[in-house]
T-cell receptor, first 113, second 112 residues
């Protein structure tokens, strides 16, 4: 499967725990984007990364959220001390060179108990 | 501040007919527009895109039209098929940033 791979597909956490969402971009893609979709809403941009660099984090909440895309391995979106309002679908997308269409994974559905 | 708007939350079309999905935007800096299709529990699937230097782009049954003066774009699907039933999202970006700004989606239902 050469598409964008996200795992886990579903993640359940209790309030106060940490959530780690992983994304492996399409083969040959070096640009990764994270989006969040709340129920009945469109996708909202969170962060744009290239290998070892955060290019644009203008959509990231100021606290508790962080993202990385290390030289080796998948991109990670980390949410510390989760709250009920963090419940959403989190989608990762990748592109080859920052131009052209972004291709999306199937998302991680995060539920906070 | 909703920069990309899809004012029709739903659309119902008979199989074989044309489906027209509309999208309006407010930011004149947007120069690249995309349409995605999304099924439940899946990620958005890229359909077709258009840059601001064009006013039309066609790919098989899908055509996107861009009217820059009206800040409006539309997606035409003809002929519509039951498998086209999904939520369609319009998205836009500008040359300063690669982030996509999405509309809230239009749910298309194609019935036999």
């Amino acid at each position: 499967n050469a598409g964008v791979m996200q795992n886990p597909r579903h993640l359940v956490r209790r309030r106060g725990q940490e959530a780690r969402l992983r994304c492996s971009p399409m083969k040959g893609h070096s640009h990764v984007y994270w989006y969040r979709q709340l129920p009945e809403e469109g996708l909202k941009f969170m962060v744009y990364l290239q290998k070892e660099n955060i290019i644009d984090e203008s959509g990231m909440p100021k606290e508790r959220f962080s993202a990385e895309f290390p030289k080796e391995g998948p991109s990670i979106l980390r949410i510390q001390q989760v709250v009920r309002g963090d419940s959403a679908a989190y989608f990762c997308a990748s592109s080859r060179d920052g131009e052209g269409p972004q291709h999306f994974g199937d998302g991680t559905r995060l539920s906070i108990l | 501040d909703q920069q990309v708007k899809q004012n029709s939350p739903s659309l119902s079309v008979q199989e074989g007919r044309i489906s027209i999905l509309n999208c309006d935007y407010t930011n004149s800096m947007f120069d690249y527009f995309l349409w995605y299709k999304k099924y439940p529990a899946e990620g958005p699937t890229f359909l077709i895109s258009i840059s601001s230097i064009k006013d039309k782009n066609e790919d098989g049954r899908f055509t996107v039209f861009l009217n820059k003066s009206a800040k409006h774009l539309s997606l035409h699907i003809v002929p519509s098929q039951p498998g086209d039933s999904a939520v369609y999202f319009c998205a836009a970006s500008d040359y300063n940033t690669d982030k996509l700004i999405f509309g809230t989606g239009t749910r298309l239902q194609v019935f036999p």
